[in-house]
């Protein structure tokens, strides 16, 4: 038996196959970064269809696509595309950090005393579902065309097997009720929102449909091939590294910096800071995504035209603080704990000796990693939960500085893991939901494998907590 996971990033599409006993026979994956838009500056969009013609080429290069026994998908979460009742997309996909809905964040909690309570759960910011479908309803010259909103993984799972649905883990965003799994219908009623527009939810795990004869021949998959419903692209990623316990840890470090930790029950945070996701066996993921990450060292890397690994080793040899460099790495507003869309990226404290790129890339490094731990201290107040060690996947994870400099920043053990991609976790899940004898526990015990382990340094733990302060003062009195 063999089993398929696709992973739909932001930069890249990823696929892997696994077999029963959680070998890795085939990955492949496609560069799709260039897809994105930014026609002005809260807007981020890219075109569904663009997306899904490169989702077909890459698998039609997987040699032994003919053999899956079930696929599962995994897309970015709360990225949302308008479509018709022929299926055919209304508008681009507004993407997880689309912040143009703005004044529909105020409209909700104007209008909804259960979503301003909800907060506790879900904080609202416009990178949630309801206020981008509310801003399409209003500036989509096609509004009254619209038959559903859909997610990109329910737009892909579509796409195979022509029915549309949904996880309580991909609508997360689109206010599920924990007490029901099911969305929140209670404030959908007081906005005056039709739920006709929102897909069903069905479990994950669940056989939500057969692939069919035409996207069979667009992808390769055999036709009638079950398709299992998902998870979002970061929580495959938790599966994919074994983060499947109550009281584990995981952080993906992508385009964006993602927390995520288990637990069994919800304690609402009346900060608002954090949101809870459904996950498996009725557990649930506490924590949020930052807009940390990738971006801000991608972009030097663009701008002085060197390799990530050279500015890695110029990193290496700048002490720790930078010498006074501070860096702010979320260039696109903050989403959690904050809800700021106006931050932006600053440098404060630039001399000419730090005024170099291995002083900047470290900073922005350092930056992510105070980001981090402060998600982590939130968490641990919030829950009561003591981490100790937490997992590290995603690209950045790849960075034995990049660990480090987190590892000395949080305090905490760094765990890195052989294989951490979330499209093995959608295989995971493929596996499991074909076969319920496929324990998914089971499988991630057998894939999952330790790579390294990296310890914090105590005099570097201490500089990088009075970096933080000052950097979370700068961040307020700019912004």
Not at 112 to 119: E, I, L, P, V, Y
Request: aromatic share 8%; glycine share 6%.
């Amino acid at each position: 038996m063999r089993f398929l996971g696709i992973d739909i990033g932001s930069a890249r599409i990823k696929a892997v196959i696994i077999d029963e006993s959680g070998e890795i026979s085939d990955f492949v994956s496609q560069e799709i970064s260039g897809m994105i838009k930014q026609h002005q500056p809260l807007y981020c969009e890219r075109d569904v269809l663009d997306v899904w013609e490169s989702f077909c080429i890459l698998l039609k290069n997987i040699k032994s696509i003919e053999n899956v026994s079930a696929v599962c998908v995994d897309a970015t979460s709360s990225t949302i595309v308008p479509i018709d009742e022929n299926r055919e997309p209304l508008h681009p996909a507004l993407m997880y950090n689309d912040q143009r809905a703005q004044q529909e964040v105020n409209e909700i909690l104007s209008n909804s005393a259960t979503s301003r309570k909800f907060q506790e759960i879900l904080p609202v910011d416009a990178s949630l579902v309801l206020p981008k479908c509310l801003w399409l309803l209003k500036n989509l010259d096609t509004s009254e065309k619209i038959f559903k909103f859909l997610h990109e993984n329910d737009f892909f799972t579509m796409k195979l097997c022509d029915n549309i649905v949904t996880s309580p883990n991909i609508a997360s965003k689109s206010h599920i009720d924990p007490s029901t799994f099911n969305f929140h219908f209670k404030i959908l009623k007081e906005l005056g929102f039709n739920q006709d527009y929102l897909p069903v939810v069905a479990p994950i795990g669940d056989i939500v449909g057969y692939v069919t004869s035409e996207a069979s021949r667009a992808t390769g998959i055999p036709a009638d091939t079950p398709v299992i419903n998902g998870v979002t692209d970061a929580s495959a990623g938790d599966i994919a590294t074994g983060t499947i316990e109550v009281g584990d840890v995981n952080v993906n470090i992508g385009t964006t910096l993602v927390v995520h930790a288990v637990v069994n029950k919800i304690i609402p945070d009346r900060k608002n800071r954090v949101y809870y996701k459904p996950y498996l066996e009725e557990n649930f993921l506490v924590g949020g995504a930052t807009n940390a990450g990738s971006l801000s060292l991608d972009s030097l890397c663009s701008l002085v035209d060197k390799e990530f690994s050279v500015l890695e080793r110029e990193a290496e040899n700048i002490p720790t603080g930078c010498e006074g460099l501070i860096a702010q790495s979320e260039w696109l507003g903050t989403r959690i704990p904050d809800h700021n869309p106006r931050v932006r990226g600053f440098l404060v404290g630039i001399t000419k000796k730090n005024f170099t790129p291995g002083h900047l890339f470290r900073s922005f490094m350092e930056s992510n990693a105070i980001i981090l731990n402060r998600m982590l201290e939130i968490i641990s107040q919030i829950t009561k939960q003591e981490i100790s060690e937490i997992t590290l996947c995603g690209g950045g994870a790849k960075s034995k500085l990049q660990c480090q400099i987190i590892a000395d920043a949080t305090g905490k053990n760094v765990k890195t893991v052989e294989s951490d991609e979330p499209a093995i976790g959608s295989a995971i899940l493929a596996a499991a939901g074909f076969n319920k004898k496929y324990s998914i526990k089971k499988i991630a015990k057998k894939i999952v494998k330790k790579r390294e382990i990296y310890y914090p340094r105590e005099e570097n733990h201490s500089l990088l907590k009075s970096k933080a302060n000052q950097q979370y003062v700068l961040t307020d009195k700019i912004y």
